[in-house]
Every structure is written in structure tokens, then in C-alpha cells.
């Protein structure tokens, strides 16, 4: 799966992130956020773009915490770097980044679990 999540993170950075540059570009709204009120109104510009933004928010906020709770029940570091990711550049990349760091620990785990036995042999 590691292939897969590292691609998926490549296209969903690229691809969710090349009209936040297009933007930034033509109206000087770095990354959305230097304009907020701006940033607001188009998110909210009409009831389709409106229903896209909340999904997208709470989609962001859910991840976030699970980031959070998943990160730490595996023990993995630099937890506020998804967050901080996420605000950045969005949801689309990050969550697969994620999914990718989680399976490097998943690996990392299995591999140490595998190890412990060995490792009492030679006791």
C-alpha cells in the first residue's frame, strides 16, 4: 500500500493545490490565506459550493483528530506537522501522506515483534 498512499499524496497535492495556485498567482491570495474574507465568500458563494466546503471542513476536522489519535497509539512523531499540513495545502495530499507514514510504523512494529523472539534465542 505504501506505493499507492505515496502516489495518492503526490495527485492529491498536485491536483487540489494547482487552482490554490492559480489563485494565489492572479489575486495575490497566498495559499487563501492572506485574504480570508475573500477566501470565505467564494467558499460560500452558492449553496453546491457551500455544501462542498462544510463536507470538506468537518472531513479535515475528523482526520485531524484521528491523526492525532492514530499517531499516537502507534507511536509515531511530528503529529502537528498533518495539522499543520492540512491548513496549508488541504486534505487531498495529506491524508495519504499520513496513511503512508502509518504503514512505514505498521511495518516498523511488525518487524520489531518479529525481532523480540529471535532476540531471546540469543539470550
Partial sequence: MK????ALAVAGYI???????????RT?????WTRPLDTMAGMFANPISTAFAIDLLFAALVACIWFYAEGRRLGMRRIPMYWLLTL???????????LYHRESRLQERLADRLRQPLMREHE
Fill in 3 to 6: 506505493p499507492l498512499y505515496a
Fill in 15 to 25: 491536483a487540489s493545490n494547482w487552482f490554490v495556485i492559480l489563485v494565489s498567482a
Fill in 28 to 32: 495575490g491570495n497566498i495559499l487563501l
Fill in 88 to 98: 496549508a495545502f488541504g486534505l487531498a495530499g495529506t491524508l495519504p501522506l499520513f
